[in-house]
């Protein structure tokens, strides 16, 4: 990320935190266990467009996003690309690309945001099956593994949006299929200890945009 691309991001992050702060009254559990300068990866569930912007802002560090590669094609595209995220093809069976991205940001300090499922999740299930990005990059880098869930309703003053982050996961001694099933297990755990509702119906017609 370009220092000019840094100063873009820095202007949005506390617009969004005040938009937050206004429109949905969040609540944040334990956010200082994201470092201040390490590199991390915060990884946890998807339901809603507006997760990503959550976790921003959780921290005033610059955080990396994976996001559809639709949205950088689109006519936001400059915004996406400014503020640093990472374009990822939902359609393409890896995406190595994305991945090594993802690490060199980690490589030269930076945080990254990822959404195991792959996709918002628009079904009755509290989790999709995740992905296993997330693992990977924390074990090639070495870097924190943080997990997290956000549960509640994005409504106007909303009494229940809340976003919970775990302990930094130790996985340095497990295969990356152990390392993704502990983390998928943590994400769900909060979820249900926080009362997460699952949808009721299925809403097939969205089309997804964030990871």
């Not at 509640?152 to 229940?160: A, E, I, L, N």
């Not at 930094?168 to 152990?178: N, R």
């Amino acid at each position: 990320m370009k220092a000019s691309d840094a100063l873009v991001y820095r202007f949005f992050q506390p617009l969004f935190t005040i938009l937050f702060w206004f429109l949905y009254n969040p609540k944040y559990v334990n956010k200082s266990v994201i470092p201040k300068k390490e590199p991390c990866v915060i990884a946890g569930n998807h339901n809603c467009i507006l997760d990503p912007i959550y976790v921003y802002t959780s921290t005033p560090r610059v955080v990396h996003s994976l996001a559809n590669k639709e949205l950088h094609d689109g006519k936001f595209g400059w915004l996406f690309k400014s503020i640093g995220s990472i374009p990822v093809d939902t359609k393409a069976k890896h995406n190595g690309g994305a991945l090594n991205a993802a690490i060199d940001y980690l490589n030269k300090g930076y945080a990254i945001n990822v959404s195991p499922e792959g996709k918002r999740n628009f079904t009755e299930e509290t989790l999709l099956p995740f992905k296993p990005g997330a693992v990977v990059m924390a074990k090639r880098t070495g870097c924190k593994l943080i997990p997290y869930a956000v549960t509640g309703d994005y409504k106007f003053r909303s009494r229940t949006l809340k976003i919970t982050y775990g302990e930094p996961l130790d996985i340095k001694d497990l295969s990356v299929e152990e390392a993704n099933q502990l983390l998928y297990d943590t994400v769900k755990q909060m979820m249900i200890e926080n009362n997460f509702k699952p949808r009721k119906e299925k809403f097939v017609k969205h089309k997804d945009k964030f990871l």
